[in-house]
């Protein structure tokens, strides 16, 4: 696949709520998962892991009102995209989430995604 066409699948499959799929379907076995500084975890290798991190955003999740994705745009080997999500954290207020997502592309497999946003403060 193309990076257009890998960068068009991964929209299709987030704007249906199927983040797991995607992964599945689409990441490379030594992805790369880069979160911003303040997150819990910086970095995250492998997909076994990158699933596994994505199983423990769902439990941490009580509903997901809405959540919007935006066309990508690509360049060579890259694309990004920007996710917004209105959502209630399980034990915490609803709150309103707004990133940068930017994804490189090898062999027809993502194999870095990097996500830009402001963490929320704990405590």
């Known amino acids: 696949?193309?990076?257009?066409?890998?960068?068009?699948?991964?929209?299709n499959y987030c704007r249906q709520g199927q983040f797991a799929e995607a992964i599945q379907n689409l990441?490379?076995?030594n992805i790369i998962s880069v979160e911003?500084?303040?997150?819990?975890?910086?970095?995250?290798?492998?997909?076994?892991?990158?699933?596994a991190k994505g199983q423990q955003f769902n439990e941490m999740v009580e509903e997901i009102h809405d959540m919007q994705i935006?066309?990508?745009i690509v360049a060579d080997k890259f694309f990004s995209c920007t996710m917004k999500m209105d959502v209630t954290f399980k034990g915490a207020p609803r709150t309103s989430m707004h990133e940068?997502?930017?994804?490189?592309?090898?062999?027809?497999?993502?194999?870095?995604?990097?996500?830009?946003?402001?963490?929320?403060?704990?405590g």
Do not use: N
């Not at 911003?36 to 699933?51: C, H, M, R, S, Y």
């Open 100 to 122: 940068v997502c930017v994804y490189k592309v090898e062999d027809g497999k993502i194999v870095r995604e990097e996500f830009f946003f402001t963490p929320m403060q704990h």
């Open 70 to 72: 935006s066309d990508p």
């Open 1 to 11: 696949m193309t990076t257009q066409e890998v960068a068009e699948q991964l929209v």
């Open 27 to 29: 990441y490379g076995q």
């Open 36 to 51: 911003p500084d303040g997150a819990p975890v910086k970095e995250t290798k492998g997909l076994d892991a990158v699933i």
